[in-house]
């Protein structure tokens, strides 16, 4: 007979510690876009150790942030950050944290892009605040050939969306893309019938169904490839590194992406964190290990991109 709920997997005790703490509620699909914002503001918005820059500019009309580490070597490149928040939450300023933790341990400085958010702004407004801050970066001259976008959940996505309408127009691309827990089909195709093994704390199938019709409107398509990259044409993009958490409620879509991917010669490499769950990056502060090992295949994949 089958074990009733959900399958537990193995954990690190701190990681365990975090989920038992989180409410069961927190993705609840009920919740409408204002108190996602109220829930996910707590995670967000951690003040910066003393010793980090932030230069705040418009590109292309769009506020971006450059942060920028002691440990940040510009001459080796510069990540472009897709922030997350469900494409309806968080901003910039709350989301510095983030990039911080990227300059830490990639070694480069981070680009955060301040993209608009839903549903105020519906589809495809933050996907075109993103295209023209990569646009707007042709004043880098040399530096255009050393850049990697990263986007961590719906920014996974949106990194994914800008390098392929990149491609489609002709223009230069990254060296790499980096998908973090990222959410890459708004239509949800990979979920499993019965859910995911194990309770992922952070995100439920539900509650991001009920987020892309905040991003996309009531009659917004959710199998439109500028909105879910897993659906469009993958030929042609540069070398992807799809990281998703074991129990992560959007693994499923990143092993189809990556077959898909694969299957259309691009060299794309699927990396499933043991014990991880939605988001597990954002946790490297704590010691997680989970996090710990995440960021170190990170750094791993950026480095080769970035020498090459």
Not at 84 to 94: P, T
Not at 128 to 149: H, I, K, N, Y
Not at 197 to 224: K, N
Request: with cysteine.
């Amino acid at each position: 007979m089958p074990p009733e709920g959900p399958i537990q997997l193995m954990k690190s005790a701190l990681l365990q510690q975090i989920i038992d703490g989180m409410p069961h509620d927190f993705a609840d699909p009920h919740d409408d876009h204002r108190v996602t914002r109220e829930k996910m503001a707590p995670l967000h918005g951690h003040p910066l150790l003393p010793d980090t820059s932030v230069t705040l500019a418009e590109i292309g009309a769009v506020g971006t942030g450059l942060l920028t580490r002691p440990t940040s070597d510009a001459d080796r490149g510069l990540i472009v950050f897709f922030h997350g928040g469900a494409f309806v939450s968080c901003d910039l300023q709350s989301y510095l944290f983030f990039a911080e933790f990227i300059a830490e341990q990639v070694g480069v400085p981070v680009l955060t892009i301040d993209y608009r958010l839903a549903p105020e702004h519906l589809f495809p407004a933050a996907l075109d605040d993103c295209l023209s801050v990569v646009a707007g970066l042709a004043e880098l001259g040399p530096m255009q050939d050393r850049l990697v976008f990263m986007g961590d959940s719906c920014g996974g996505g949106l990194a994914l969306s800008t390098a392929m309408q990149r491609r489609d127009a002709g223009q230069r691309l990254p060296r790499g893309v980096v998908s973090l827990s990222g959410w890459v089909d708004l239509d949800t195709r990979g979920y499993p019938a019965g859910g995911s093994v194990s309770r992922d704390p952070f995100i439920t199938e539900g509650f991001l169904r009920a987020r892309a019709r905040d991003y996309l409107g009531p009659q917004g398509d959710l199998r439109d490839p500028r909105a879910s990259p897993a659906r469009g044409s993958l030929g042609g993009l540069p070398p992807l590194l799809l990281q998703v958490g074991e129990t992560d409620a959007c693994r499923a879509d990143a092993e189809h992406l990556t077959g898909s991917a694969l299957a259309a010669g691009v060299d794309a490499q699927l990396d499933v964190v043991a014990g991880g769950v939605h988001g597990v990056q954002g946790l490297v502060n704590l010691g997680v290990p989970e996090a710990v090992a995440a960021w170190e295949s990170v750094r791993r994949f950026t480095g080769a991109v970035l020498a090459g």
